[in-house]
């Protein structure tokens, strides 16, 4: 079964980075285009960014330039580098994988920006 495990979330100060990670098992993770996604406390799950399986990337407006998606498919994770974060950037963030027209998701992790 489709199984995805994120890690790497923490509490930071404005301006600090961040590195999380998605663990994936249960599909050929080279083949498929991966996403992230966050979701505030009280708003909607929003896109964050995504991976192409040839590493094309695409990102919100409120992340380019300070975050960065890579995928490395002998380790089927794909990471989200976050720089210059700031408190808009607190949540949790999720991975996603669209297979055989099912959306599947990771639990999460917290990602909190505060002073």
């Known amino acids: 079964q489709v199984q995805l495990v994120e890690s790497g979330g923490g509490l930071v100060q404005p301006g600090s980075s961040l590195r999380v990670s998605c663990v994936t098992s249960g599909f050929t993770f080279s083949s498929y285009f991966m996403g992230w996604f966050r979701q505030a406390p009280g708003k909607e799950r929003e896109f964050v960014a995504r991976i192409t399986v040839r590493g094309v990337t695409n990102y919100a407006d409120s992340v380019k330039g300070r975050f960065t998606v890579s995928r490395d498919n002998a380790k089927n994770t794909v990471y989200l580098q976050m720089n210059d974060l700031k408190p808009e950037d607190t949540g949790v963030y999720y991975c996603?994988?669209?297979?055989?027209?099912?959306?599947?998701w990771g639990q999460g992790t917290q990602v909190t920006v505060s002073t």
């Open positions: 996603q994988v669209r297979v055989s027209d099912v959306n599947y």
